[in-house]
């Protein structure tokens, strides 16, 4: 879920019943057809048949479930299933063993390794769509809770906790692949004028707008918007660089002020603006991600001591 998600969309219950994704691991192509056709009118089934095949494709796009034969030639269903568990980008997706292995001993380690339920072979219809159909919506569900979790009550976009994890996570990245990481440190000009002068449900309704229309603004499903506390908010650009960050900041700029929020305390322009700051780097190991969060901060320093309502970086 991006950033762009409002608290709105998280309370529609037709979330719910949105088509959830399976992944198929088998080294038996007859019995992922077999799968295939059992789910493929109520789920988005995608297959692989070797467990190097599972974690590539999982790493691209990670499905919401995984059924797993555990006998698979060079890499057994366990295995796959503990590289799964051990890596905090997929062990949350909730892992169902397919096996024709049942004794208590079986059963036991299928939980160990980190599944969350298993089908026996002969595969009984019934059991696999009712279990399948289980911890789809299960998966969903503590989905749901999760991104509440990091989504800022008032505005609907990421909160800071969010953006702190993403920083982290994205300065590591950029940090491997060596490639650059921008970020737009927002605030909102005047706005404790702004709340003495219309009150503050006026004021939660302009941050409310401001920040939609940031969130509209930037097209990049990986870029992030994210109230940063207050009246600032920040935007995290991975494999950005500096020129890029500019342009965006500008944009952004303009795209606030288009929204001609009256702002009678703000000055000569009478609606409300933001002042910018933008700061890229490509990260290292040895540096903290606050380098870049402190530069971003300067800058915004900067715009706002010239006179607001400006780009600075």
């Not at 005047?190 to 009150?199: A, E, V």
């Not at 965006?248 to 603006?273: F, K, Y």
């Amino acid at each position: 879920m991006n950033s762009h998600t409002s608290i709105a969309q998280h309370e529609n219950p037709q979330l719910l019943s949105m088509r959830s994704s399976v992944l198929v691991v088998d080294d038996q192509v007859s019995n992922i057809r077999v799968l295939h056709a059992l789910l493929g009118e109520e789920f988005d089934i995608c297959m692989a048949t070797s467990g190097e095949d599972a974690l590539r494709l999982i790493h691209e796009s990670p499905p919401d479930l995984i059924l797993l034969d555990i006998e698979m030639p060079e890499m057994s269903g366990h295995e796959v299933c503990r590289r799964l568990k051990s890596s905090d980008a997929t062990q949350h997706i909730p892992v169902i063993f397919i096996t024709a292995h049942n004794t208590p001993e079986d059963e036991s380690l299928c939980f160990r390794v980190g599944a969350v339920d298993f089908i026996g072979k002969p595969i009984n219809p019934e059991v696999a769509k009712a279990r399948v159909r289980t911890h789809a919506l299960l998966k969903r569900q503590s989905d749901l809770l999760r991104d509440l979790a990091y989504i800022d009550g008032l505005t609907g976009v990421a909160n800071r906790r969010r953006f702190d994890a993403t920083l982290d996570a994205e300065w590591r990245r950029c940090s491997r692949n060596g490639s650059p990481l921008s970020m737009i440190m927002i605030d909102v000009d005047h706005f404790k004028r702004y709340n003495d002068h219309y009150g503050h449900a006026a004021g939660d309704s302009c941050l409310q707008r401001v920040a939609q229309q940031l969130a509209n603004r930037l097209q990049r499903s990986h870029d992030l918007v994210a109230r940063y506390g207050g009246e600032e908010f920040v935007c995290l650009l991975p494999d950005c660089d500096r020129q890029g960050a500019l342009v965006n900041a500008e944009a952004l700029r303009q795209a606030v002020e288009s929204l001609g929020i009256e702002h009678a305390a703000s000055g000569p322009m009478a609606v409300v603006t933001i002042s910018v700051g933008v700061a890229s780097m490509v990260p290292a190991n040895d540096t903290p991600s606050r380098v870049l969060a402190s530069l971003a901060d300067r800058h915004l320093y900067t715009a706002k001591s010239e006179g607001r309502n400006r780009v600075s970086g």
